[in-house]
């Protein structure tokens, strides 16, 4: 009596019709599985957008972003340099991590023991603490960042807030005086000194003309990671930052074309900060971004390091085709990589009366 089983051939093709399942099947989980990790992104900025808004209801104005205007020292020591990020904890369910900070001892990089790469900082502890919210799960990145990070490890994070257009943006056809001031949601200021280029104050609902829904509020960007600058230069080029000497004021399409990789060169110190230390607003690299080159294209800073006002952190993610974005009014939605120029910068400015193509 023959023994039934399969032949050798029969074995094969049922090996290979799997092999093909699994082809055909994996992509299709692949995907599923990014759409639900760009769901959750897009959840995280909604979150985001309750917070500035209850800020808002709180206080009166949006949070601001205390930031540098030049080299460390003087007024650039004061007490200060907190991120827009560590002034939303408590509207995040996060007030224990914002009761443990003390905001009396600053956060600048320039000042020795200031910087939130010190673990004898006071803030040390509190900067370590992981904000799932500040975190996209494309991106990967859960822990501290590793450039120039010194032994506290500060964590990171994922979302910029919109400082608006570079200060010597003329607007889209000249336009605007410059230079100017950011344009964007979230204010710039410093609590030690006041450039040129520092708003004058926070941003407030009724100085938001455009509109609310017509305003970015925050994008995502990604995470600078590398673990030294010399890695930075070879990093992803949507974590470089690409240098333009020259100072005369452009209007916003020249500017983009200026700042293209082609007629520039990377310079790894003003793409180090992307993301670093949730806690710091030190630098406007690290928590704010700006309306200039489209989604994942590489960073820009014209004519000098990135305290005068002039730099451009694009927003970038794993998702593909384009990043999320939330407006003012605390809707997010997804951006294409290919959005209309006119209507990215449009909606960079909270107060230009331009309107984005479509509207």
């Known amino acids: 009596m023959r023994r039934s089983g399969f032949t050798l051939v029969e074995l094969l093709v049922v090996i290979a019709v799997i092999s093909v399942l699994i082809a055909l099947l994996l992509p299709a989980v692949q995907s599923a599985r990014e759409a639900a990790r760009r769901t959750q992104c897009k959840n995280n900025l909604k979150q985001m957008g309750l917070a500035l808004l209850g800020h808002h209801d709180a206080y009166g104005y949006f949070p601001v972003n205390q930031t540098a205007s030049g080299a460390g020292s003087g007024g ?26 003390d905001f009396s001892a600053n956060m600048s990089d320039a000042c020795g023991s200031g910087a ?5 900082h006071p803030n040390a502890t509190a900067a370590a603490m992981v904000v799932q919210t500040f975190l996209c799960p494309s991106d990967g990145v859960t822990g501290g960042n590793h450039v120039v990070m010194g032994d506290a490890n500060p964590a990171s994070d994922n979302y910029a807030a919109n400082a608006g257009w570079p200060v010597m943006a003329s607007g889209l056809e000249g336009e605007r005086p410059t230079p100017g001031t950011y ?18 104050g926070p941003v407030r609902i009724r100085t938001v003309t455009d509109g609310l829904s017509q305003t970015a509020a925050v994008a995502e960007r990604l995470i600078q990671t590398a673990s030294s600058l010399s890695e930075v230069e070879t990093s992803d080029p949507r974590l470089q930052s690409f240098h333009v000497t020259s100072s005369a004021p452009r209007t916003l399409p ?74 003012g009014d605390g809707h997010a939605h997804f951006v294409n990589d290919d959005v209309d120029p006119v209507t990215w910068w449009a909606i960079g400015s909270r107060n230009g009366g331009e309107l984005p193509t479509g509207s």
């Open 116 to 120: 939130p790469i010190s673990a004898q």
């Open 183 to 200: 344009n964007g949601l979230i204010s710039l200021t410093n609590p030690g000194q006041r450039a040129a280029w520092h708003d004058r």
């Open 76 to 101: 650039e020591c004061a007490a200060g340099f907190y991120s827009w990020h560590a002034r939303v904890l408590p509207f995040l369910e996060q007030s224990a991590v914002y009761d443990s900070i």
């Open 254 to 327: 020249q500017m983009a074309a200026a700042g293209t990789p082609g007629a520039t060169h990377a310079d790894a110190r003003e793409s180090a900060f992307l993301g670093r230390a949730w806690i710091s607003g030190w630098s406007p690299t690290g928590p704010t971004y700006m309306h200039l080159m489209p989604p994942n294209t590489n960073n820009v800073h014209f004519t000098a390091a990135d305290e005068n006002g002039n730099v451009a952190v694009t927003p970038s993610s794993n998702h593909p085709g384009g990043v999320n974005v939330l407006m």
